[in-house]
């Protein structure tokens, strides 16, 4: 239960009676919540039925391709009101960027409350609402003033990049072995007029113990040579296919940042 001084407080009660107020404080259904610095409120995409008051903290909108928020809220914010009135998946994203205390309320309070609480509740949210999209329908514009705060999705840049091949040479031999890279750890070996598309290993992955032994003893690193098939890569071919996978991990790691961060912000503010 609310008490009724704390709604006193908040600015969106402010056109409702004592009674109201009263009849809005005893309602089980209306809780507390409280969400930790980078935790997510509300995910875009996510179904939901239920509005939110910001009492302490502060929050960032976020809202597909845009990877920049789309605005900030602080204490006395609405969010969540086009869900509550219509139940349906989140058309926006909210994360915390503090800790943050809320007031939840339901789509099920709307069964409770007395006709006119009721009417006074959807009345006030569908003037947050209108504001809401004026909000959003300006950063809209200005991003089109401004292309380049508009950034890809990176979920379908990963995809895109995981399904792509790749055509890149990146070790030759004058008189035979020619190596292509073809995307993940695939690698098409050209060599004495015969072609071989294999995944690399390391050689110490396939080879027993005691030949690894006998490597060292003949004064060689195992770990220096990359194993495909039939084929042994000599050692400056191995390093060749070390340093492309430097290259190639280096993009994924940085794919897969913007992915982590992407989906820290995926869907909080349901507008």
Known sequence: MIKKSLLDKIPFFKTFTDDEKEEMSLLVDAQFVRFAVNEPIINEGEFGDTFYIMLQGLAKVYKRPFMEPIADLKPGSIFGEIAFLSPRVRTTSVISVA????LKFPKSILKILTPDTRDKLKDQLIIVLIKHLD????????TKVAPT????NPFEELKKAEEEERHEVFYEEEDGLKLTYLGRRKV??????KTTEVELVALTEVIPGKYVNAIKSAGKDPRDFMYGKEFVLPRPAARAWNQIMVTVNGEALSRQRQVDAYQKIDGLYTG
Do not use: A
């Open 99 to 102: 800790d943050t205390f809320l």
């Open 135 to 142: 909000g959003l329908r300006q950063t809209i514009e200005r």
């Open 149 to 152: 705060i508009e950034q890809s």
């Open 188 to 193: 098409r070996i050209e060599k004495d007029n």
